[in-house]
């Protein structure tokens, strides 16, 4: 009997094996290169706090106690900073569970869930294994279209996702779109505001959408500690959202869902504020060059306001971006391949420390030419 049709085993139930199963972006470069510059996964350039680091250290002593299981310092180290009541925050093992409890909490196996042209793929992957159908909305220029959006909204819609800035564009739609968005939806479908990349915008138009929370019962904003604050290895994710949501979602979560060293961690990022500025202004200085630079080199950019940016390669075959990337990864240069977002012909690249950046433009400038 093959593998395949052994149906006397235990079977998964309808859907879960249509889940492509998400492919994080690559770490290792080929045998042999001895720098590698990883900037394929959005990861912080300057790495943790210093005060994150320590406290991890000095939690590592005390491991075998459970940790908290409401997060209660973390949500309330969160809640100062942002000035938010941390009754209406749940903590998570990295955002991707809120995504994904959000999902388990809201959909019913034949419920809608919307997102975006080329949104981040995770929401895809919850809305299947919730047993939804995901339901793609067109974008305009790599860029979130609200008509778009409430042009596919149906009855059966219960959740529409939008990443602002969205990952892998980079790209923001401005906070009076989102709030038009919001009031043209029926009441009763959850928009989740999904802000991870929210602190490295430099935008007055922008907002991550706290106040919108606030103000209605059918919004929530997501938000991570694994980009500005340099934390993907804890894996910390929180949302702020309304009493019900809230309610309904601390049903739903694993009871110890956020360990101790992360808690740890998280308190002490929270607080420091001035790691948190150096992140934003190595940002600022060298996503604006690499912008400069990689359309100097006659390759299309999009214009991103987050720490990361798309890079766009010729049509023809020598030039693509998968000879880039190989030529790249051979020179210990990982961006991240992008095919599965929409885009074939593109790479991500995080924005990187100095070293990195100079890097990818002085190889990339070389296999232009090759
Ligand atoms: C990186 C990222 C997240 C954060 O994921 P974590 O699970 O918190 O590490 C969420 N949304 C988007 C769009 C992202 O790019």
């Known amino acids: ?46 790495g943790a706090s210093p005060a994150a680091i320590e406290a991890v250290r000095e939690v590592a002593g005390k491991l075998e ?21 941390p009754a209406n925050i749940v903590c998570s093992n990295g955002s991707d569970e809120i995504i994904g409890l959000l999902a388990q909490t809201y959909l019913q196996p034949g419920d809608e869930g919307v997102y975006t042209e080329h949104g981040f793929l995770v929401y895809q992957n919850y809305i299947k294994a919730a047993g939804g159908v995901p339901v793609i909305a067109k974008e305009t220029d790599e860029r979130a279209d609200v008509d778009a959006i409430l042009a596919v ?3 059966k819609t ?61 919004v929530v904003m997501t938000r991570t500690f694994s980009k500005i604050h340099g934390l993907g290895g804890a894996r910390i994710g929180w949302v702020y959202a309304p009493t019900h949501v809230i309610e309904a979602m601390e ?5 110890f869902n956020v360990n101790a060293v992360a808690i740890a961690a998280g308190v002490a990022a929270m607080g420091d504020r001035a790691h948190v500025e150096r992140t934003v202004a190595h940002n600022e200085k060298w996503l604006g060059w690499l912008s400069e630079e990689l359309s100097g080199l006659g390759l299309r950019v999009t214009p991103s306001v987050g720490n990361f940016i798309l890079i766009h390669f010729p049509d023809d075959a020598k030039h693509s971006a ?17 095919a599965g977002y ?29």
């Open 153 to 155: 909204v149906t009855p």
């Open 65 to 85: 106690f459970y940790p908290d299981g409401s997060s209660t310092k973390l949500r309330q180290a969160i809640a100062e900073a942002h000035g938010l009541n």
């Open 158 to 218: 219960k959740v529409v996702f939008l990443a602002n800035p969205n990952n892998p564009t980079g790209t923001y739609i401005p906070f009076d779109e989102v709030r038009r968005l919001h009031a043209a939806l029926p009441k009763n479908v959850l928009l989740v505001l999904d802000a991870a990349y929210a602190e490295y915008v430099r935008r007055n138009d922008y907002e991550a959408g706290v106040e919108l929370v606030a103000g209605a019962q059918n």
């Open 1 to 46: 009997m093959t593998q395949a049709d052994d149906t006397s085993r235990p079977q998964p139930k309808p859907g879960v094996m249509d889940i492509a199963a998400y492919v994080p972006g690559k770490s290792a470069a080929p045998a042999g290169v001895a720098q590698v510059y990883k900037l394929s996964s959005n990861e912080n350039p300057l």
């Open 251 to 255: 049903r739903m979560r694993g009871p």
């Open 342 to 370: 929409g885009f074939p012909n593109a790479l991500r690249m995080t924005v990187g420390t100095e070293d990195a950046n100079r890097g990818v433009v002085a190889a990339l400038t070389e296999f232009l030419k090759s």
């Open 322 to 338: 998968a000879a880039a990337d190989d030529y790249l990864s051979a020179r210990g240069y990982i961006l991240r391949r992008v």
